[in-house]
């Protein structure tokens, strides 16, 4: 599975809109770009997944660039229970029930 | 339910001590998986069971012995350790035969002293 470069931390304020970046410039054509979050002193939790089309859930959306090269996490309105550390992942398509490996990931910290 | 259950929260052993840890979930997932995660760091894969057979061991320690009695239920016996096995150690599952987000415990906190 190809690599993830995240920044380290970013900040953000309460109730407004947040945008995690990616980049993934070596990501294949059957890997899928997952995100997960790990609040402190809990496990990761899954946030979402696309492979090409951008994707919402209940928790976020995600932007996925034209070439795939790039990917960004958008979480609309930032909480205070939302400062966590977001892990980019990529998963090929055929590593079903297999690896899932976590890059550095970025801490996001949020201000009331 | 859809929670992965670990027991215990925290453990705390001697170097000389066999303890197990022990994982559960109810959700029908046929994958399951014991990652190892120090302060600070992102977690690190250590085992992949698929269909209650083990498919990956990613060079871990034979102090480290895992164990898949049935598919609901995940066990990591631990004999020997040393202090630098100190860490938090999660269980997740997944589905195996599509593509969908793996589900995490909230971890053993382990020291070994």
């Known amino acids: 599975d190809a690599k993830t470069t995240q920044p380290n931390s970013m900040e953000s304020n309460e109730e407004e809109p947040v945008h995690l970046p990616c980049n993934h410039s070596t990501i294949s054509g059957t890997d899928y770009i997952h995100w997960y979050r790990q609040l402190p002193s809990q496990g990761p939790e899954y946030v979402i997944h696309g492979l090409t089309s951008n994707v919402n859930n209940r928790m976020a959306s995600l932007a996925i660039a034209e070439d795939r090269k790039s990917s960004t996490l958008i979480l609309h309105r930032a909480t205070l229970r939302d400062a966590a550390v977001y892990y980019c992942?990529?998963?090929?398509?055929?590593?079903?029930?297999?690896?899932?490996?976590f890059g550095q990931g970025t801490e996001l910290s949020v201000k009331p | 339910d859809t929670e992965v259950t670990q027991t215990p929260k925290h453990l705390v052993m001697g170097m000389t001590n066999k303890k197990s840890l022990k994982c559960e979930q109810h959700?029908?997932?046929?994958?399951m998986y014991w990652y190892k995660q120090k302060a600070k760091k992102p977690p690190e894969l250590m085992f992949v069971?698929?269909?209650?057979?083990?498919?990956i061991n990613e060079s871990v320690p034979s102090r480290f012995s895992p164990e898949c009695p049935n598919s609901s239920l995940l066990n990591l016996h631990l004999h020997a350790l040393q202090p630098e096995d100190s860490a938090l150690y999660l269980c997740?599952?997944?589905?195996?035969?599509?593509?969908?987000?793996?589900?995490f415990g909230s971890g053993t906190r382990l020291t070994v002293v």
């Open positions: 997740a599952s997944s589905q195996v035969v599509r593509e969908y987000g793996y589900t």
């Open positions: 959700m029908g997932h046929r994958a």
């Open positions: 069971y698929s269909y209650e057979k083990l498919s």
């Open positions: 992942i990529l998963k090929g398509i055929y590593n079903q029930g297999g690896k899932l490996i």
